[in-house]
Each structure stands twice: as C-alpha cells, then as structure tokens.
C-alpha cells in the first residue's frame, strides 16, 4: 500500500517563476493538507483540500494556490517566487474528511524548493 | 506564528538514558500529537492524545497532557541512536481542521 507519494522531490527556480508541486494521498485518504516547513523550523500550514474545495487556508498570500482533483491527489502551485519561498513543502493526508477534528496525518517525504 | 513551543530546543543524551521534551500551548485544544522527523524528510506520526486523556504510552514513548497548565511532554524511555531525530509537537484546536506545530526539539542520541 503505497503511501503519500510526492514529486517533484528537488527542484531550483529562478525569482519570478512559477512552480507546481504534486501530491498523491495515502490509499483511502480523502483529504489533503500542504505545509512548508523552513531551515530549522517547524511546517507551517498553507491549506487543506477536501471534496476538491479549500477547506481551510492559513497565513500565506494569494501567490499560494491550490487544486485537488477527483482522485483526491492535490497540486500547490505557487507563483512570482521570492527567494524566501525556498523551503521544504510537505503534503499530508487524512480519512477524517468528513469530520471537524483532526486525526493523525501521512505525510509525504517533501518537495524541496530552492529559489536563485 | 507557531502554535506549539517546544523545549528544549536541542537536547544531547547518551544510548540508553531516557529523553524528555515538553511542549506548552496557548488555547484550548481537541487533541496534541507528537511527530518525529529524520533530517530533511518527511513527518512520522507518533502518538496522539485527546483533550480528555492524560496518559498514553506507546513502546518506548510516553506522553502525558497537563490541558490546565496547556502544556504536554514526551518521554523517551532507553534511547538508541535511531531515535536521533528532530521531534515535533501539533496541537488541533476545536473545529480547526490543520494541525499547528511547534518549532521542535532536535535529539542527539550519543553510541
């Protein structure tokens, strides 16, 4: 049973570009969540997709958007990249769709992001 | 900002002694979890503990929850070099869907 699967796993940009990251849940799982976790920090959330809608967004601006597709695997797109976009971005996905709470999330292994 | 503080932030120990870290919040929470991560990969799952629970063991983990005094700590009981990780706390508030992590505590286990 394959877990939460990512790719790109290393990619380099240029400031300005554009960039897509790509995510696909654990088997059964409906929901996806995005992270991007600096040097030495902890993630920090972006959004969560379930049933292909945002279901919740955190702090992070409208360069940062997202898409989950039927087979509930999900892109994070992020656009005009600033150097402080460099960073390690991690999907994480959840059954508890359907439920207010949070359970346990599968992380994927990251895409790490370098902006020159 | 990060929900989450961890402490210390950096903890050395030799194999075989125990570890501990402590993690406070700020606001009234559903469940806390705790992750750990290898050097620049993804997050593992650990343990999770409920608002109503105080205890939960876990093999060689132990984590208590303290929701008066908004704090949580995770005990590592005869440590070996595999656990040299860096260790995360998440807090998920009521009705909140995202988990909000802590800056994490990064252990060295010492051969």
């Known amino acids: 049973d394959a877990g939460v699967t990512q790719s790109p796993t290393h990619l380099i940009k240029t400031r300005g570009q554009q960039v897509t990251l790509r995510c696909s849940p654990k088997?059964?799982?409906?929901?996806v969540s995005w992270y991007q976790q600096a040097l030495g920090q902890g993630p920090q959330f972006i959004f969560q997709y379930y049933e292909e809608e945002e279901r919740q967004r955190g702090n992070f601006p409208d360069r940062f958007s997202g898409h989950q597709f039927p087979n509930y695997s999900s892109e994070l797109n992020v656009n005009a990249l600033l150097l402080g976009d460099s960073a390690l971005y991690l999907c994480?996905?959840?059954?508890?769709?359907?439920?207010?709470?949070?359970?346990?999330?599968?992380f994927g292994e990251g895409s790490r992001l370098t902006v020159l | 900002s990060q929900q989450g503080e961890e402490d210390p932030q950096a903890l050395s120990i030799q194999e075989g002694e125990n570890a501990t870290m402590n993690c406070s919040y700020k606001t009234s929470i559903n469940n806390l979890q705790w992750y750990r991560q290898n050097s620049g990969r993804g997050l593992v799952h650990l343990i999770l503990i409920r608002s109503n629970e105080r205890e939960k063991h876990s093999g060689r983990l132990r984590v208590t929850l303290d929701t008066s005094k908004k704090s949580s700590s995770l005990l590592i009981t005869a440590s070996r070099a595999a656990d040299t990780a860096s260790y995360f706390c998440a807090t998920v508030y009521s009705n909140d869907y995202k988990l909000s992590f802590g800056a994490g505590t990064t252990v060295t286990v010492r051969a």
């Open positions: 088997s059964g799982h409906d929901t």
């Open positions: 994480a996905s959840s059954g508890t769709g359907g439920e207010v709470r949070t359970g346990e999330l599968f």
